[in-house]
Nanobody, 119 residues
Framework: VQLQASGGGLVQAGDSLRLSCIAS?????MGWFRQAPGKEREFLTA????????RSADSVKGRFTISRDISKNTVYLQMNSLKPEDTGVYYC????????????????WGLGTHVTVSS
């Protein structure tokens, strides 16, 4: 399975941005991780494709929303009220089981899309 993420860019604090990730094959769950400069990759949110069940890190609840379009094998990350600390590389991940909060080499990973939030 290959993942292709898109939608990153340079925005100002308070702006919104939507990321997309397309999976090339059948997958059980997809989600998003973020790696800020000099920091470890952190879990943001994930969704089970067929049930639509989601879970998110406390740091993004209320601001970031994950959704999916099963027909397109695509998940979206709607990011609102962006802050400078949201700056980083956003990675799409997928697995044949539920994603956990810990990045795993077992997961499928996209190449990442850069998000820069200026103050």
């Amino acid at each position: 399975v290959q993942l292709q993420a898109s939608g990153g860019g340079l925005v100002q604090a308070g702006d919104s941005l939507r990321l997309s990730c397309i999976a090339s094959g059948r997958i059980y769950s997809m989600g998003w991780f973020r790696q800020a400069p000099g920091k470890e990759r952190e879990f943001l949110t994930a969704i089970t494709l067929y049930s639509g069940v989601t879970r998110s890190a406390d740091s993004v609840k209320g601001r970031f929303t994950i959704s999916r379009d099963i027909s397109k094998n695509t998940v979206y990350l709607q990011m609102n009220s962006l802050k400078p600390e949201d700056t980083g590389v956003y990675y799409c991940a997928a697995d044949h089981t539920a994603l956990t909060s810990t990045p795993s080499e077992r997961y499928y990973w996209g190449l990442g899309t850069h998000v820069t939030v200026s103050s």
